[in-house]
């Protein structure tokens, strides 16, 4: 039991969490790339991207691993983005500094959901049971170039601020 729900209850609810927090950068991003900065879209965004690492670090312990260092890292990168983007209000080199850092925690969240995937649905983990095989490391690297044509597209933009 996590937070009174049954575990696989509680599974499915950070699944959700963290669609709804991917989701919302996609959307965040392609609203940036067309010179639109979607203030209630991007708030989703940080919100459930926060959501999703803390809710990480409710389920049963193991040993320090990946999932604990990515969630730690995407707290980190996000404090760093809320400060540039309430304390900073996204001026200067602080845009830059703010997409940086959510394009990165968007990255991130790509990655787990990659992995993820790869564990959990059993026709994607047939194709690659130990993580090293060429399909997990060719979505590995659509979710790196999606987050990468997504900054390109965002730098490219121009200085789209919150309204």
């Known amino acids: ?7 696989e209850t509680f599974t499915q ?3 959700g969490i963290s669609l709804v927090a991917i989701v919302a950068g996609v959307l965040f991003f392609a609203g940036l790339a067309d010179g639109n900065w979607f203030k209630p879209v991007n708030f989703v965004f940080l919100v459930f991207t926060f959501l999703t ?8 312990p193991e040993p320090i691993g990946p999932p604990f260092i990515f969630g730690a890292i995407t707290l980190v990168v996000l404090a ?4 540039a983007l ?6 200067g080199s602080w845009r830059a500094t ?7 925690a968007q990255w991130l969240n790509l990655i787990v959901l990659v992995v993820q995937a ?8 047939a194709l690659a049971p130990t993580g090293s095989e060429p399909p997990f490391v060719a979505a590995q690297a659509l979710a790196a170039l999606l987050v990468a044509v997504l900054g390109w597209k965002t730098i490219r933009g121009g200085k789209v601020r919150p309204a």
Request: proline share 7%.
């Open 80 to 83: 760093v983005a809320l400060y």
């Open 118 to 125: 790869f564990r959990k649905v059993p026709t994607l983990n």
């Open 1 to 7: 039991m996590v937070l009174g729900l049954p575990l």
């Open 53 to 60: 690492s803390v809710t990480g670090f409710l389920f049963p």
């Open 98 to 104: 703010y997409l940086a850092a959510v394009l990165f």
């Open 86 to 91: 309430y304390g900073r209000k996204v001026a």
């Open 13 to 15: 609810l950070h699944l």
